[in-house]
């Protein structure tokens, strides 16, 4: 698929559930230093794999989640 989107986004306590246009679940995890941790599959169940993390300084974390969520082919 090349004109994915993302469909749906929900926070959670810790993080974000995102739902991409093909059916498939990701989320984001905030880590208490202020990095986060990018994960296809979903936060309460495997399997879990993970995309990227986050570095501190990232302002917009969401933003960057969902463009690497977008661009993820795993």
């Given at each position: ?45 495997p399997p879990q794999d ?8 990232v302002v917009d974390k ?13």
């Amino acid at each position: 698929m090349t004109d994915l989107t993302i469909t749906d986004t929900e926070a959670f306590p810790g993080g974000y559930t995102f739902r991409r246009s093909d059916g498939r679940p990701f989320f984001m995890r905030l880590n208490q230093d202020g990095s986060a941790s990018v994960f296809a599959g979903m936060p309460d169940r495997p399997p879990q794999d993970g995309i990227s993390d986050l570095a501190v300084n990232v302002v917009d974390k969401v933003a960057k989640a969902k463009s690497l969520i977008l661009t993820y082919r795993g």
